[in-house]
């Protein structure tokens, strides 16, 4: 069995990535179709409050988990948390800051889950913070692990 | 009746029914555009292989029909934060609703605070959402 306290300790809250994203209009627009939105801020490139959809973010990734991060089973997607700081205007140069948010167990008939919640923070080239995106995998401890 | 002013906003108060478009085709075309490229979003007969019973909406794609959703509701809301949880995937090209309601008013920072469900036509949940909305 895992032992969670230690690896709380040495994989919590430090940066393991460090990737640059750019939101292409275009993008912004068709992301924002298709979940049904229909204000012009989300449609209309030419509108003066035009920003991409507030959980645009949560689509850009770098690395999911830290190097060395022991293998816990196969994860899968428990959840998904975007926190708006400021809107993103699309073209904007971003760069996401990665690292390891919150981890934590919970036990039940089939045996002990374990949720690792990654958190991406979004800044602008001037250093502003825009956005959190927190992703939530689960993962079913193996017997062996 | 879109909200235009938190004065407006009742506790307890139902937001517009929304019915998304979860058509495969609106799900594989999302999926195209974030980079998911797995076949689950994309057909349903690769999905059945990857043991689903059809196609799948991508998560981040009901998250942003629960957005659209409040946006729908009230068209000058700035959303602050919405977590969202897969309890269970949204079946592509199968009928879905989402219902809201107003769980509680901070009228002095003009905060509202919404819970969100998708169900499918048999009335089981798929995602659940809180989401905390500006309304100026």
Known sequence: ?145 | MSINSISEIEFGADLPAFEPDTSLSAGSEFADLVGWTGGRFSSHELAKKEGFPSAIIPGIMSQGYLIAMIHNWAPSAEIKKVDTIFRAPVLADEGHSITGVVTDIDEESSLVEVDLTVTNSKNETRVFGTATVYIP
Not at chain 1, 66 to 83: H, L, N, S, T, Y
Not at chain 1, 118 to 128: L, S
Request: charge should be negative; glycine fraction near 10%.
């Open chain 1, 1 to 145: 069995m895992l032992d969670v306290e230690a690896l709380k300790e040495k994989y919590l809250n430090y940066e393991f990535d460090r990737t640059e994203f750019e939101i292409k209009p275009e993008d912004a627009i068709k992301f924002a179709r298709l979940c049904g939105e229909t204000g012009d801020r989300f449609l209309d490139a030419n509108d003066p409050n035009f920003q991409a959809p507030n959980n645009y973010v949560t689509c850009l990734k770098g690395r999911g988990i830290p190097e060395g991060f022991p293998k816990i089973g196969v994860g899968m997607d428990a959840g998904q948390a975007v926190e708006v700081l400021t809107p993103i205007k699309p073209g904007t140069p971003l760069v996401g800051k990665t690292h390891l948010h919150e981890i934590y167990t919970k036990t039940g008939r089939s045996g002990r889950m374990i949720f690792l919640v990654t958190r991406i923070e979004f800044f602008d080239d001037k250093g502003t913070h825009l956005a959190n995106s927190d992703s939530r995998i689960v993962f079913r401890e193996r017997g062996d692990s």
